[in-house]
């Protein structure tokens, strides 16, 4: 039995959707023979630790009591930095423009030679090169398949299921509160704002829901896209971005009248890097609805393989995350 | 009458002259020329796509005297557009000008707006239109395209294109 001694820095519904599904899979990993023990768990309040593991279960419900898992005033970074143990995963909130705590606490991981799995776009589309060569000067593992899509597929089915194949380019829906606000605009005949309105009660669209409505968030994971399957070093400036505000109900349905769908498209090949709006035909595989994400890769040898799958919600984000984690060890 | 009309070259000097004369003397108004230099037929000629405005009544003398002057006539029809793109624009569409817009893409000769669907919700809210684009070639409509992208730029319309068509 090979024992991961582990790290979760970052305890919103990601983190604890780990937690999760790490309690649901203790037994499955187990008969691959990895043991997962949480050593450390910390929010932005403070942190629990225990070299022999913590408790997931009472870290859960603390949280949720409570409002934090803290007990001690300690942060993700010094836990990183001072305890002994194999992989960090990394689920603190996306920052974009410095790469927040995010970015400190994945430096960290690397110079102290810890393998690193996340969700989190910031540090990766910014930093990406200084990362990898990080990671790849400590002889750490970093996987990052959550930070696009959610629970679907896209790097690693590139990196691993289709290796061999000369990727071409990649389009596809990489925001679901964008697609379900253009999918209801449509059914409701609704106007843009009422839409994102409803989207907010739900939970489907942020306080602050320009990050996803703008396209900014789609851009994010463009260049990651670039930076891991293409070897680029692209960064966000890089990114021709249009957000989906300026749609209208009437465009909806005149584009439906002819026979499309109106969707947030994010669209990487060599030639570039682009998020705006567009005409889907109504039967193409990439006219999926609701919050739905989906990708479309054009292969030189498979042709195009289109995948899809919910691209947000803790436990599938966690899912991407504990695949992520497997493939590591279970590799070595 | 617009036509499109594919005539084919023989590969010497003097030729093109030989093909443009027939039409002026039969008044038609010659609107493209596409000459595939680096195409050959089999017949070992050059093909050329001419699309022209003429009277229904000259066109069979204009295909005789281009016959009498050693050009072969291919083709003639009426459906020239090979291409069609549909493009949602979404803005103050009215009142910027559509008719501006698509006078613009008219008067290439090698594309037309062929369709126009338009609402207006009301005045000051942004309306929204879906025009449709034939063109006679691929290259025709990237610079139909083209236009209306610096159009759409200028007048702050949000141009919505099919995936898989940059313009």
Known sequence: ?332 | MRISMDIELKDVPGQMLLALQPLSECRANLITVVHHHQKRTPRNTMPVQLVLETRPENLELLKARLEANGIRVVRVGEQRFRESVSVVLIGHVIHTGIQDTIDRIDKTGFAEVVDLSLSMPGIEKPSSALIKIDAVGKEELQKALAILREVSAKKDLLMVLPIGIQA
């Open chain 1, 1 to 332: 039995m090979k024992t991961i001694r582990t790290s979760i820095i970052g305890f919103g519904a990601i983190g604890q959707g780990v937690a999760e599904v790490l309690l649901l899979k203790k037994e499955y990993l187990r008969s691959l023979g990895l043991e997962v023990r949480v050593v450390a768990v910390a929010d932005s309040k403070g942190a629990t630790f225990n070299p022999n593991g913590v408790d997931l279960a009472k870290c859960l419900v603390r949280k949720r009591e409570t409002g934090t898992v803290a007990l001690e005033k300690l942060s993700g970074l010094e836990l990183i930095k001072r305890l002994d143990h194999e992989l960090v995963i990394e689920t603190t909130p996306t920052n974009i423009e410095t790469g927040g705590v995010g970015l400190q606490n994945m430096r960290a991981a690397f110079e102290t030679g810890k393998d690193v799995v996340t969700s989190n776009k910031g540090p990766l589309t910014l930093k990406y090169g200084e990362l990898q060569e990080a990671a790849k000067a400590a002889g750490s593992k970093f996987r990052f398949e959550a930070s696009v899509g959610g629970a679907m597929p896209i790097i690693n089915l590139v990196n691993e299921v289709l290796a061999g194949n000369e990727v071409k380019g990649i389009k596809g829906i990489l925001n679901g509160t964008c697609n379900y606000i253009l999918s209801r605009m449509l059914e409701e005949k609704a106007s843009y704002k009422d839409i994102l309105a409803e989207s907010m009660e739900l939970g489907i669209a942020e306080t602050d829901p320009s990050y996803d409505v703008e396209g900014i968030d789609t851009a994010c994971k463009l260049v990651i896209l670039a930076n891991a399957l293409f070897g680029l070093d692209a960064t966000y400036n890089d990114v021709e971005v249009t957000g989906i505000t300026k749609i209208t109900p009437d465009a909806l349905e005149m584009a439906q009248e002819n026979g499309y769908v109106i969707k947030l498209i994010g669209e990487v090949s060599r030639k570039g890097l682009q998020v705006a709006p567009r005409l889907v035909p109504i039967k193409h595989p990439l006219a999926v609805g609701g919050t739905l994400n989906v990708a479309s890769v054009d292969t030189e040898l498979a042709g195009e393989i289109t995948v899809t799958g919910k691209g947000a919600g803790p436990i599938e984000t966690a899912s991407a995350i504990l695949s992520d984690l497997i493939s590591i060890y279970r590799e070595c």
